[in-house]
T-cell receptor, first 112, second 115 residues
C-alpha cells in the first residue's frame, strides 16, 4: 500500500526567500507524481506533473524533482511571494487502477 | 474555460436527508473520480469510473453511491448523510491510455455541511 509523507507540515518564510518542500513515498512503482496547490476552502490546482521516466519539471518559479529509487520528490519555489501562501500537496499515481495517493500537505505562509 | 465543474459549490443538508452532488467535464476524459477531503486531511478516493466501469474503494461506506450517465457527467449520491460526512467533495478527471494514466484535473469542490 502506497504511503506518502510530506515534511514539514507547516512552513513560514519571509517574502523573497527560496524554499524546498519535501515529499516521500514508499512504493517506487509509480506512473507519475503530481504537485498541487490548495487555497483554504478551495479545490486543487495542479502545479506540476512528473512522469516516472523524468527527473524534473519546471514551471515559472517552480521546479519539481523526482528520485524514484529513493522514493523522494521535492518542490522548489524560487523568490517566494505572499501569493504563494497555500497548502501544497504531492500525490503519487500507482497501480493498474490509477489510484492517486496524497500526502497530508505542507501549509506554506509567506510573510511580508 | 472551466474544464471540471462541480455543482453546487456549497450544499447544506439535514442529517439523514439524501443529497446528490454533480460533476461535469468538458475534457472528454474517460476516467472520473470522487474524493472526500475532511478538514486538514489529505483527499481520500471514494470511487472512480473508467468509462462505464465502476470501481469502488474497499473502505468506501455503502452510504455513498455514484452514477455516470454519460462521458461528461458523474454524480455522487449520499443516501443518508451523517455528521461525519461533512467534508469537501472533489471531482477529478483524467485520460487513461493502454499503458499509462495521465494528469488528474480537479474541480473546485463542493463543501457539504450536515446539520
Amino acid at each position: 500500500k502506497q504511503e506518502v509523507t510530506q515534511i514539514p507540515a507547516a512552513l513560514s518564510v519571509p517574502e523573497g526567500e527560496n524554499l524546498v518542500l519535501n515529499c516521500s513515498f514508499t512504493d517506487s512503482a509509480i506512473y507519475n507524481l503530481q504537485w498541487f496547490r490548495q487555497d483554504p476552502g478551495k479545490g486543487l490546482t495542479s502545479l506540476l506533473l512528473i512522469q516516472s521516466s523524468q527527473r524534473e519539471q519546471t514551471s515559472g518559479r517552480l521546479n519539481a524533482s523526482l528520485d524514484k529509487s529513493s522514493g523522494r520528490s521535492t518542490l522548489y519555489i524560487a523568490a517566494s511571494q505572499p501569493g504563494d501562501s497555500a497548502t501544497y500537496l504531492c500525490a503519487c499515481l500507482t497501480g493498474t487502477a490509477s489510484k492517486l495517493t496524497f500526502g497530508t500537505g505542507t501549509r506554506l505562509q509567506v510573510t511580508l | 474555460d472551466a474544464m471540471v465543474i462541480q455543482n453546487p459549490r456549497y450544499q447544506v443538508t439535514q442529517f439523514g436527508k439524501p443529497v446528490t452532488l454533480s460533476c461535469s467535464q468538458t475534457l472528454n476524459h474517460n476516467v472520473m473520480y470522487w474524493y472526500q477531503q475532511k478538514s486538514s486531511q489529505a483527499p481520500k478516493l471514494l470511487f472512480h469510473y473508467y468509462d462505464k466501469d465502476f470501481n469502488n474503494e474497499a473502505d468506501t461506506p455503502d452510504n455513498f453511491q455514484s452514477r455516470r450517465p454519460n462521458t461528461s457527467f458523474c454524480f455522487l449520491d449520499i443516501r443518508s448523510p451523517g455528521l461525519g460526512d461533512a467534508a469537501m467533495y472533489l471531482c477529478a478527471t483524467s485520460r487513461r491510455g493502454t499503458f499509462q494514466s495521465y494528469e488528474q484535473y480537479f474541480g473546485p469542490g463542493t463543501r457539504l455541511t450536515v446539520t
